[in-house]
């Protein structure tokens, strides 16, 4: 999250702001649908939930797509993970080369 706060400030402010919004919407929901008394208010009711849950599920999903660098990030640090994409394994072997032929090595530097 402060990595995507530091180079993509709007999109973490815009996907703060609107989870608060589905989150205190689907609580007033669930309160509608609980007081719901006849049955055209609870049809309603449970229409406009099931109209919530999907917004979030789908701005859940949009979420996870976007915290790619932090998935990227998460691989580099663990070295030793067989999931590690290719690409990842790739980038640490030209770190761990250039640390034979120069003094400076890899595991001294941190990721920011």
């Not at 070295?79 to 030209?94: E, T």
């Amino acid at each position: 999250m402060v990595h995507l706060g530091t180079y993509q400030r709007s999109l973490v402010s815009k996907y703060s702001r609107l989870s608060c919004i589905l989150q205190l919407d689907t609580a007033l929901a669930q309160q509608g649908h609980r007081e719901a008394f006849s049955n055209t208010e609870v049809s309603l009711a449970k229409e406009r939930l099931s109209r919530l849950e999907t917004l979030q599920s789908r701005l859940n999903t949009t979420w996870k797509q976007t915290r790619w660098l932090l998935d990227v990030l998460s691989f580099a640090r663990d070295r030793l993970s067989s999931q590690c994409p290719p690409s990842v394994k790739y980038l640490l072997s030209l770190c761990n080369s250039s640390t034979e032929t120069s003094s400076s090595s890899c595991d001294q530097t941190p990721i920011n």
